[in-house]
């Protein structure tokens, strides 16, 4: 954690160095008098140019050089061999190479901004949550968008699930709300998630985008139709984070006083309204500017505008489970907005970009097991999938102390702060077994969602799929059709009537 501070402050020296000498070297002649003055006092450069290294133009030239010791290896003579015994050299190079930190597994590429959370009103009779009491409190929060299946190069618009993590700084701990911008997944077993990832990913012969993978994939997994639907419809490319909504996904408990539980999911939605784009869009934006969401998002909090979120949740009795046409735990599936209307709970305000993206951004860990009393893990088995992995990848990734690290706790965190209780006073039991849902159903919501899109859309939905499902091998497309046609015949011909013939 020193190393870190003492980078950030050597980074942030620098800088204001570098600006020091730039303003001393562009001050006029004529005013000789006021550049003394203005050198023997230390300037404050304005806070936007200093806050983040990596926004800095190009270090322009030194004026002139002054040879310090501490820039040279320690060598016998001035042409002699280096020291072994340089730690000052070997410092230099070891700092470096130990500040690049382990890549995500996942949403790899990402960006962050700070701002905080405001309920509009007290949840107590749903749950006792303690970011949810008290409408005039003021969470302070971090939030990361990110691409699910990413490097540091993907384009912004490709076609991609993006991340809408957010954590909320509380008095006793941390509360991480983890949401995508697609309200389900293609998955509803942890099990399944390193075969789908991979099935999304390049090929791992040569490196290269192989859409023969996810095809296969998909023929091998019919609960990924509904997730299809959303994928390849323009929802799937997404310009800017400030115009998209993001989801839970998986469905969690909420715990009132008296012990009640309901189950609850998570919807954010942007206060500028919704706003996808189309294929060839996204396509003309990947080449301009790759990075233009994460551009969007910091030259519009630079500029000192805010962007807003509205929490919304759905909420279920559990008794009401059984009677429904569909498994409401398995995360395949959305739950009808008319039976379980949209509840507003509160507003997220972002307002602040990272100074260092590094040790802001790139270090935050999240995990659906950060939670707080009155909030709980549900049967989900996606959830329950997910539940240990995150703390274990960010052991991986960023050590054992990932969570004393000062953007992942409030300042007056102590480690014994770190775990909230999750089901305590639930009972389970029945026999072991190693099979699927019961309600699997993996077709009936895929078809209402392409009923329900209006035409040009629909449109979209069936060319995307065409042109990439035309890559597939011949007995994957048999199969992906046969589930389309299961979701809906239309939908199944119109595909196949826009595939290019082989
Ligand atoms: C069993 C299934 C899943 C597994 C094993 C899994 C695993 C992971 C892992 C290992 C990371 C990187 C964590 C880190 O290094 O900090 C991650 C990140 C993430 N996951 Fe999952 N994931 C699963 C399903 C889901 C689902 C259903 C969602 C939907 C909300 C989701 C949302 C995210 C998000 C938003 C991030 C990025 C967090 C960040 O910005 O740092 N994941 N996931």
């Known amino acids: 954690m020193r190393e870190e501070r003492s980078f950030h402050e050597m980074m942030q020296r620098y800088n204001q160095e570098l600006l020091q000498m730039r303003q001393r070297s562009q001050s006029r002649p004529e005013s000789a008098a006021k550049r003394e003055s203005s050198a023997a006092k230390p300037q404050t450069p304005p806070a936007a140019q200093i806050a983040f ?10 004026p002139c050089r002054q040879d310090r010791p501490q820039d040279h290896s320690l060598t016998v003579g001035p042409n002699g061999p280096v020291l072994v015994e340089d730690t000052l050299l070997h410092e230099t190079l070891e700092t470096f190479v130990h500040t690049k930190i382990i890549e995500r ?12 959370f405001q309920p509009y009103r007290c949840m107590a009779e749903y749950t006792t949550a303690c970011f949810l009491q008290d409408p ?5 929060t971090v939030t990361r968008f990110s691409f699910a299946v990413s490097n540091k190069g993907t384009p912004d618009t490709s076609r991609n699930v993006r991340g809408f993590s957010t954590k909320f700084y509380l008095e006793h701990g941390v509360f991480d709300l983890l949401c995508n911008h697609i309200p389900v997944f293609l998955i509803r077993d942890g099990m399944r998630f390193p075969e789908a990832i991979a099935s999304l990913s390049p090929s791992p012969v040569n490196n290269l985008p192989d859409g023969r993978l996810f095809w296969s994939f998909l023929a091998r997994a019919p609960e990924a139709t509904h997730f299809l639907t959303w994928l390849y419809s323009d929802a799937g490319t997404v310009a800017s984070f400030r115009t998209m909504r993001g989801y839970g996904v998986n469905t969690y408990v909420w715990k009132n006083a008296a012990g009640r539980r309901r189950y609850v999911k998570y919807h954010w939605i942007p206060a ?17 500017n790759p990075n233009a969401a994460g551009q969007d998002l910091w030259d519009t909090l630079a500029g000192g505008a805010t962007v807003e979120y509205e929490l919304n949740v759905q909420l279920m009795d559990p008794e009401r489970e059984k009677a429904l046409p569909y498994d409401p735990l398995d995360d395949t599936k959305v739950w009808d907005e008319e039976a379980f209307p949209l509840m507003p709970v509160g507003k997220l305000t972002l307002e602040r970009n ?4 590094a040790s802001q951004v790139e270090k935050l860990a999240f995990s659906p097991a950060n939670l707080v009393d009155g909030i709980e893990l549900s049967n989900d088995k996606m959830l329950q999938g997910r539940s240990f992995i995150y703390w274990d990848a960010q052991r991986r990734r960023l050590g054992p102390d990932f969570r004393s690290i000062p953007v992942n706790h409030m300042e007056n965190w102590k480690p014994a702060d770190a775990f909230s209780p999750t089901g305590l006073g639930r009972s389970a039991c029945g026999e072991q077994v190693r099979r699927d849902i019961e309600r699997a159903d993996d077709f009936t919501q895929a078809g209402e969602r392409y009923r329900r899109l209006p035409g040009e859309q629909r449109a979209h939905l069936v060319e995307n799929i065409a042109a990439d499902l035309s890559h597939a091998a011949q007995k994957d497309q048999a199969c992906v059709l046969g ?4 979701a809906d015949e ?13």
């Open 483 to 486: 589930y389309l046609r299961q």
């Open 272 to 288: 500028a309204g919704e706003r996808c784009i189309d294929a060839a869009t996204a396509e003309r934006l990947a080449c301009e």
């Open 354 to 357: 990272p100074e260092d993206y």
């Open 53 to 62: 290294p990596g926004r800095v133009e190009p270090p322009a030239p030194r």
């Open 105 to 116: 597994a996942v949403h790899t590429k990402g960006y962050g901004a700070f701002g905080h």
């Open 490 to 502: 239309a939908f199944a011909q119109q595909v196949r009537a826009a595939m290019p013939r082989g």
């Open 136 to 140: 005039s409190r003021r969470i302070p």
